[in-house]
């Protein structure tokens, strides 16, 4: 949930996504197509987008994995970001969202660098580790909130020693501060940041970002 931080007045952002944002044509058509949607404020900002290119480029990653693609924002940024003999499995749940995916995907010229896995995210990731498919540099959460804390205990036995858990939404449009909240979503995110900023395994750190993005280096 993250078309803009809400973190960062208007006029503010306008400057920022003017002077620092560069989307391609692919990208700029799948921002657009998804914000007409209702559910449009699941896609991440663009901000977000350009920050985690860089990450990936920055850390060499070439073996990616995605728990929640929607419309195919996220999965298409990492996959421009990475080599061309880079992987990024995707997995989500519905056939409906990824259709815009894999359209987007192609456009970008990145269908080749993707591997969609449809079914609940969960049971992917365990046939993962069943098959021995380890060895992630990186691992971007985007999905379901009160499945956060499952998918990360997955993603650590999936993601290499010195690589990294991206987890979005984190900040839950300020809704995670207020105790109040008693929703089940905010319940859930809260829980999982508790859970992982103590976590031993890892070394974390949270950005005040699109709607939060916290960042785990896996010891």
């Known amino acids: 949930m993250s078309t803009k931080s809400f973190l960062i007045p208007d006029d503010l952002y306008a400057y920022v996504t003017s002077t620092w944002i560069k989307e391609t044509p692919a990208l700029e058509s799948l921002r657009a197509e998804t914000q007409a949607m209702p559910e449009g404020r699941m896609q991440i900002s663009p901000e977000q987008g350009q920050f985690m290119a860089i990450l990936i480029k920055a850390i060499n990653a ?92 997955r993603a650590l036995k999936l993601v290499r020693r010195g690589g990294l858990i991206a987890t979005d939404n984190v900040l839950w449009r300020g809704a995670v501060a207020d105790q109040q909240d008693k929703d089940e979503s905010t ?13 031993p395994r890892v070394e974390t750190c949270i950005l005040p970002i699109g709607d939060g993005l916290s960042l785990s280096l896996v010891k």
């Open 62 to 153: 070439k073996r990616t994995l995605e728990v929640g693609v929607f419309t195919g924002y996220s999965s298409t940024v990492t996959a421009l970001a990475l080599p061309p003999d880079g992987k990024l499995i995707a997995c989500d749940v519905s056939e409906e969202f990824t259709s815009v995916a894999r359209r987007a995907w192609k456009a970008a010229g990145v269908e080749n660098k993707i591997e969609l896995r449809l079914g609940p995210a969960l049971e992917t990731l365990d046939a993962m580790i069943r098959n021995g498919e380890g060895g992630f540099d990186f691992c971007f959460i985007d999905a379901d909130k009160p499945n956060y804390a499952g998918y990360f205990e």
């Open 187 to 199: 319940q859930a995110i809260r829980a999982y940041n508790s859970k992982v900023a103590t976590d």
